[in-house]
T-cell receptor, first 114, second 116 residues
Framework: DTAVSQTPKYLVTQMGNDKSIKCEQN?????MYWYKQDSKKFLKIMFS???????INETVPNRFSPKSPDKAHLNLHINSLELGDSAVYFC?????????????FGNGTRLTVT | AQKVTQAQTEISVVEKEDVTLDCVYE???????LFWYKQPPSGELVFLIR??????QNEISGRYSWNFQKSTSSFNFTITASQVVDSAVYFC?????????????FGTGTRLTIIP
């Protein structure tokens, strides 16, 4: 019954490695997002995809590459991980154009880069 | 640019007290939506309420109530008879239209601690 699920929940890795976070939603939404929450709890959008098309890219380093194989999935691949990438990454989904549609968030992936 | 300000970084109250979390926003849009999300210690983000800019009616849901005042650009959240389970970080957010697409701009959050 999970609406937005992301894996893994925890990810610990060393600097320089490449890692991926997966996200899937079963709500039938047409838009998916990645948000980053830093150590001070500040939440900021990174990317948004609508029907597999990138529509928002918020000045995120090129090391971050989202991939949307279909409307229900939005994965985040991170190359050459840096210490500053340590954060909690949230996937979310909603209906685009329906401003009353709240974002439904996944439970987050805590990434720790050592 | 859109902006959401939650001036209260941390609040602590004793259980059963009422508490109000403040939210002030800035936008040039005439149509917009405001949201509150709760982030308990377990870390997930839980949707609480959305309000559109044309509806200034206050809303009550159990012990929760929201006061939207367009004149002061505020969307405050009150918990009555607080309980320990209300301890969490609460985020106010504004729905922003950018090139026809939507994204949420979040405030910095208010950490609420309910003392038993």
């Amino acid at each position: 019954d999970t609406a937005v699920s992301q894996t893994p929940k925890y990810l610990v890795t060393q600097m320089g490695n490449d890692k991926s976070i997966k996200c899937e939603q079963n709500l039938g939404h047409d838009t998916m997002y990645w948000y980053k929450q830093d150590s001070k709890k500040f939440l900021k959008i990174m990317f948004s995809y609508n029907n597999k098309e990138l529509i928002i890219n918020e000045t995120v380093p090129n090391r971050f590459s989202p991939k949307s194989p279909d409307k229900a999935h939005l994965n985040l691949h991170i190359n050459s991980l840096e210490l500053g990438d340590s954060a909690v990454y949230f996937c979310a989904s909603s209906h685009l154009g329906d401003r009353a549609s709240p974002l439904h968030f996944g439970n987050g992936t805590r990434l720790t880069v050592t | 640019a859109q902006k959401v300000t939650q001036a209260q970084t941390e609040i602590s109250v004793v259980e059963k007290e009422d508490v109000t979390l403040d939210c002030v926003y800035e936008t040039r849009d005439t149509t917009y939506y405001l949201f509150w999300y709760k982030q308990p210690p377990s870390g997930e983000l839980v949707f609480l309420i959305r309000r559109n800019s044309f509806d200034e009616q206050n809303e009550i849901s159990g012990r929760y109530s929201w006061n939207f005042q367009k004149s002061t650009s505020s969307f405050n959240f009150t918990i009555t008879a607080s309980q320990v389970v209300d301890s969490a970080v609460y985020f106010c957010a504004l729905s922003e239209r950018s090139f026809g697409n939507e994204k949420l701009t979040f405030g910095t959050g208010t950490r609420l601690t309910i003392i038993p």
